[in-house]
């Protein structure tokens, strides 16, 4: 496992830890749908790396300030990102 699974996983689970949305997604198990997290740990983000993308905008969604929100996102709870600039 990464880090982000060694910080993550299993603390809602074993622990009842807790804490506010923080604007994540998971894939609903039982639905397959795309749903957002009511929780940060109860599905955590287990993943290490991310690619994203930014469009030549500064302050709109998709835009680069909207870039330094998710990186921090995503940097939050030990993951790392790379970005796209070509688009």
């Not at 689970?13 to 639905?31: L, N, R």
């Not at 905008?57 to 709870?77: H, P, S």
């Amino acid at each position: 496992p990464n880090s982000p699974q060694w910080f993550n996983t299993g603390l809602h689970w074993a622990y009842g830890i807790d804490g506010p949305s923080q604007g994540h997604f998971y894939v609903d198990p039982f639905t397959g749908k795309l749903t957002k997290s009511k929780s940060a740990y109860e599905h955590p983000q287990p993943h290490a790396c991310f690619i994203q993308g930014v469009q030549d905008d500064l302050v709109n969604e998709g835009g680069i300030m909207d870039l330094w929100v998710r990186e921090a996102r995503l940097f939050k709870y030990g993951s790392g990102t790379g970005s796209n600039f070509s688009m």
